[in-house]
């Protein structure tokens, strides 16, 4: 069974910068697409960016030039470098594979736009 920690959110000002990571333990995370979702309050929570095992990513239009997803396989770890942050992507940012292969959700990890 997977398990998936993230980690490295905070208060940003807009405009600022975020690195989001995601250690998972179990489960060969190398084997699977991973993504990266968040959820903001009264909103369902969407997939902002993914990649395949073989790094190649995708990602929603509104982070694109601005989000950049990664992985270490060899650490099992993922990241999100967020950039130009927007106070409307205030949210809960989540890691997890890529449906419909999903796992556990874990805590996840705030981030705040605010100035």
């Known amino acids: 069974q997977v398990q998936l920690v993230e980690s490295g959110g905070g208060l940003v000002q807009p405009g600022g910068s975020l690195r989001l990571s995601c250690a998972a333990s179990g489960g060969g995370f190398r084997a699977y697409a991973m993504g990266w979702y968040r959820q903001a309050p009264g909103k369902q929570r969407e997939m902002v960016a993914s990649?395949?095992?073989?790094?190649?990513?995708n990602y929603v239009d509104h982070v694109k030039g601005r989000f950049t997803i990664s992985r270490d396989n060899a650490k099992n770890m993922m990241y999100l470098q967020m950039d130009n942050l927007k106070p409307e992507e205030t949210a809960v940012y989540y890691c997890n594979r890529v449906a419909p292969k999903l796992g556990p959700w874990g805590q996840g990890t705030q981030v705040t736009v605010s100035s």
């Open positions: 990649i395949t095992m073989f790094a190649l990513t």
